[in-house]
């Protein structure tokens, strides 16, 4: 599965800055982002904070609205996960900074 896969590579350190494995591995990821589990989105944001990227916008945002009408399947590891990766990102990609957004609303107050 993409999520492991880029975990494993991730955690190696062999996916740093603007690796091509993780422009693909976002645009893959959104195109299947529904039928990822709550701990493969936290293990996919881990991997790209870890990696110094962040992920494309547009799964960034489906990622955001995901995380609040799912909250309640995340286990303690996950939402850590998913907020530590989302502290690495730009504030105007990062929920938690930008609560004027309805998005980081609804994520911050799920949260």
């Not at 599965?1 to 990821?29: E, N, Y």
């Not at 936290?42 to 609205?65: C, D, H, N, R």
């Not at 900074?97 to 980081?104: K, R, V």
């Amino acid at each position: 599965q993409i999520v492991q896969c880029l975990w494993a590579l991730s955690k190696s350190g062999a996916l740093t800055g603007h690796h091509p494995v993780l422009h693909q591995a976002s645009s893959a990821l959104l195109l299947h982002y529904m039928a990822l589990s709550p701990t493969d989105v936290a293990s996919a944001l881990w991997s790209f904070a870890t990696s110094g990227v962040t992920p494309e916008p547009s799964f960034l945002s489906q990622v955001t609205k995901f995380v609040p009408g799912n909250i309640e399947d995340f286990n303690e590891t996950d939402l850590a996960m998913t907020v530590w990766a989302y502290s690495t990102f730009p504030r105007d990609q990062n929920p938690f900074t930008s609560a004027e957004d309805p998005q980081g609303a609804a994520f911050c107050t799920s949260v």
